[in-house]
């Protein structure tokens, strides 16, 4: 293996050495992003082959960071079904309706494919110790994974956390501090102490590997439209890393010959109590102020400012795509409907993508002929103190 080239930054374009540790680009404070050599990936990885492939997200291995095969830190991520969901689709009048379900994945959310990724390449370039800010499930994702790695954790979560994501930190021993704020006061504390603590930052996007892993969903969407992307794609967005990271992926796949040049319409969702992209998209502004007063049920969302906000506003302009927000009463009411008419309990950020959908159908914004694809980004299990 060995296909990473090197690190680009987002803002600037320059490269960075891929054999050590980066968190943002040190001239621009802007993300870094994997730049692999895809010509030589195409002729050794054959989309035709990956059936072959174990079924998680390292079947995609050579475009992926690590080096060494046994560096990969594993729990089984990715490769999450494609649920259809027909008779829902058709009760609202859009019949191709699809659900990837990323409940499924170690940990209970999409977060799991990021860490397996950043984890690993941390690892492999001799990280001694992770740390993170987080709201609920990357700190769950990040215990999980670092106790695989074999490394110590440190996560700080705002104290209205859900008690899941607590617990389940707590049980897979890493050190958990509950602090009196939002994710963004959590983050600050990471960076005031990791140089004196010796702590590598895996903050969403603050590192360049996170998002490698997310892309996969990219890969996997592709992969299970049989190389023929949906139309439509609606993701409910945080810290963006999966908008972004899917964005990346069509153009690596592009460049390798495995799809044509079109794009589905990304869909950014965000709660109506917090939503710095959908204001910052309906201004027309390239960067999103930070929003004050954050407050949704939907911890994942729950996100005031998000490093690369640039990069979630350019990946919806240029799909032709839109963001749109919902209530905590319509994104709750969908989880229900969500749950008992696929079979499968969404979490709430995952629920939100319904009432975006239906709101799009109100404003024919989609039509019936397009295959929509929603994104369920975690179960509902680990926010059961919402459902009763
Ligand atoms: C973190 C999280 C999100 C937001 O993800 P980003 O890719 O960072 O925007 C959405 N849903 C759930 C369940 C999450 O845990």
Redesign the pocket.
Known sequence: MGFLIDLVCTKTDKAYSKDQLWNLSPEADAPLFARYDLDAVAKVMRREKLAERIPTMWRYAEVLPVEDEQFQVSLGEGFTPLLQATSLGREIGVPKLYIKD?GLNPTG???AR?MSAAISRAAELGAQAIAIPS????GGATAAYAARAGLPAHIFMPKDVPQANYIECKVLGAHVELIDGLISDCGKIVASRKEAEGWFDIS?LKEPYRVEG?KTMGYELAEQFDWELPEVVI???????????MWKAFDEMEQMGWIGSERPRMISVQAAGCAPIVRAYRAGDEHAEPWTDAETI????R?PA?VGDFL?LKAIRDSGGCALSVTDEELMASASKMAAAVGSFP????AATLTALEKLIEQNLVSERERIVL?N??TGL?YIELFH
Do not use: C, D, Q, R
């Open positions: 990323e959310s999409f977060k990021g709201a609920g499930n990357a969403t997310k993701y409910p967005t945080g810290g963006g890393t999966g908008l972004i990271g939907a911890a994942g969302l996100v998000a979630m979490a709430p950020e995952g994104f980004t975690g680990k």
